[in-house]
């Protein structure tokens, strides 16, 4: 049985000849590094430049919300709980028959189970709820991460206006149907 010639397939430990040319490196890695400038931010000094699309928390408009119940049953976290009530609004014309419409009694986000996926905003048909780029809202406490709605309606004054429309673009159908003339009747021309 023949032994290993080399010292490094033989387990012994290496010299200290092959160790400094290492460390040596190592060492000028580490002066190279610390006389660079740093990118990092100082987050509670300064404040993060966030992206416009930002994901941070999602704000409740509660005029817009007609308790359609859509994104609570989107939610693939059920993390949203809606409670209405119908309400009966009289008629305004004579003859006319009352209506009824739902009442918000309570609209709230569970955020410690939420996913921040977006479904409930992009499932709204009444444009209830929105992206704020607020993201400061950490809680000692797992229960306080219950939202309802007067704190979700609160983040409202934090969402940006969107963007303005590109002005090579088409103009938006609504606005191209209003500006279209009045059709004239079909018949017999006098």
């Not at 000692?140 to 963007?163: A, C, F, Q, Y």
């Not at 673009?169 to 059709?183: L, W, Y």
Request: with cysteine.
């Amino acid at each position: 049985m023949s032994t290993p010639q080399n010292p490094s397939q033989s387990g012994s430990k290496p010299t200290s000849k092959s160790l400094l040319p290492g460390i040596l490196k190592g060492l000028a890695t580490t002066a190279k590094t610390a006389t660079r400038k740093t990118h990092t931010h100082e987050y509670p000094d300064v404040a993060p430049d966030l992206p416009p699309r930002s994901r941070g928390v999602i704000a409740l408009m509660e005029e817009n919300c007609t308790s359609c119940m859509l994104c609570a049953r989107e939610c693939p976290d059920w993390c949203i709980y809606i409670d209405s009530h119908k309400e009966t609004i009289p008629a305004t014309t004579e003859g006319g028959r009352d209506r009824q419409r739902n009442v918000l009694d309570n609209f709230s986000i569970d955020f410690s189970l939420c996913m921040y996926c977006g479904i409930c905003i992009e499932v709204c048909p009444f444009d209830a709820l929105f992206w704020s780029p607020q993201f400061e809202y950490a809680e000692t406490d797992i229960r306080d991460l219950l939202h309802d709605k007067e704190r979700l309606g609160g983040w409202m004054e934090s969402v940006p206006p969107p963007p303005a429309l590109d002005e090579r673009s088409a103009e938006p159908a609504e606005i191209a149907a209003a500006n279209k003339p009045a059709r004239m009747p079909r018949g017999r021309p006098k």
